[in-house]
């Protein structure tokens, strides 16, 4: 069982930058994949950026590709989302996960009760 937190969420103007963190509780947050996950009013929840146990493989979606960075600290059970360039349509509430298995959107088994960001003009 995994307990997920997010934090780092606010209000940001285009451009600009924010860091997103998940505390994870349980001693084997080191096994598992992690991702974050976005939902902006009226759209599908968006796999966003995933990293596996070791951090040495990452997946983005492609628009955010060059400007998010997701990574991980398996020492504080945390993991990261620094969003730099931030744009109007990166707006909506973002959502930390976390699998035993593959990456795969519907793997993912444990869910954070998710952090709003919201960018402005």
């Known amino acids: 069982q995994v307990q997920l937190v997010e934090s780092g969420g606010g209000l940001v103007q285009t451009g600009g930058s924010l860091r997103l963190s998940c505390a994870a509780s349980?001693?084997?947050?080191?096994?598992?994949?992690m991702g974050w996950f976005r939902q902006a009013p009226g759209k599908e929840r968006e796999h966003v950026a995933a990293?596996?146990?070791?951090?040495?493989?990452?997946y983005y979606t492609d628009s955010v590709k060059g400007r998010f960075t997701i990574s991980r600290d398996n020492a504080k059970n945390t993991v990261y989302l620094q969003m730099n360039s931030l744009k109007l349509e990166d707006t909506a509430v973002y959502y930390c996960?976390?699998?035993?298995?593959?990456?795969?959107?519907?793997?993912?088994?444990?869910w954070g009760q998710g952090t709003q960001v919201t960018v402005s003009s």
């Open positions: 996960a976390a699998t035993t298995g593959m990456w795969i959107p519907r793997n993912y088994q444990y």
């Open positions: 990293i596996i146990w070791s951090g040495d493989k990452t």
């Open positions: 349980g001693r084997t947050f080191s096994s598992y994949a």
